[in-house]
């Protein structure tokens, strides 16, 4: 595709449901990042893929947060027994080179979770 | 304190009026900085990318960064109501696998 996408756009959930969020990078990305956007706030790093491998998890909240790529371009963020403070936008990034060294971020749209 | 701070307004201009939006960071390693730009229920998308100290421009934007202040602005000239977004500052650093750190964005109003 053209761009990063990221399904679904929007998904409630009831508190105590487990979730997961889908994210198409870039054909040929290596590096993929999720960050997490409360309302009125600005991105925060959760966490960081150099191909298949997590190089970084240093932002997850909590260990109800699980992210994958297994075969080095999709992955998958996985939110167990979610509660109210995981409300939020869910966005998903790539870049062409190792490490996002002097190459842009490229977002998606993210995924808008509200958990109630 | 975060590591990244930036004003979130909003701020209301009149279409054709210059902008100024800053940040300031606390973190002296950073040395990549960035400016991304927010329309609503959409992802951030790249305005402006610099290195070192001093000015970079691109059409009506001019980003500047002086690091001996550890201070960052963005201008933009001739504002038109379709700049009206978030505008988010955003830092990295070698040590952090260059991982952005944003602000949490300023917002902007261009009325006609």
């Known amino acids: 595709g053209a761009g990063v996408s990221q399904s679904p756009r929007y998904k409630v959930a009831k508190r105590g449901q487990d979730v997961a969020l889908r994210c198409d990078p870039i054909s040929g990305h290596v590096s993929l990042f999720w960050y997490q956007q409360a309302l009125g706030q600005g991105p925060e790093f959760l966490t960081y893929?150099?191909?298949?491998?997590?190089?970084?998890k240093s932002g997850l909240p909590s260990d109800r947060f699980f992210a994958e790529r297994p075969e080095g371009s999709v992955s998958t963020l996985k939110i167990q027994r979610t509660q109210q403070e995981d409300s939020a936008v869910y966005l998903c990034a790539s870049s062409l080179d190792f490490q996002g060294q002097n190459s842009p971020l490229h977002f998606g749209n993210g995924t808008r979770l509200t958990v109630t | 304190q975060k590591e990244v701070e930036q004003d979130p307004g909003p701020l209301s201009v009149p279409e054709g009026a210059i902008v100024s939006l800053n940040c300031t960071y606390s973190?002296?390693?950073?040395?990549?900085f960035m400016w991304y730009r927010q329309y609503s229920r959409k992802g951030p998308e790249l305005l402006m990318y610099?290195?070192?100290?001093g000015n970079k421009e691109d059409g009506r934007f001019t980003a500047q960064v002086d690091k001996s202040s550890k201070y960052i602005s963005l201008f933009i000239r001739d504002s038109q109501p379709s700049d009206s977004a978030t505008y988010l500052c955003?830092?990295?650093?070698?040590?952090?696998?260059?991982?952005?750190?944003f602000g949490r964005g300023t917002s902007l109003i261009v009325h006609p």
């Open positions: 955003a830092m990295s650093f070698p040590g952090g696998s260059y991982i952005p750190t």
């Open positions: 893929f150099q191909n298949e491998a997590q190089l970084d």
């Open positions: 973190n002296s390693a950073f040395q990549y």
């Open positions: 610099t290195y070192s100290s």
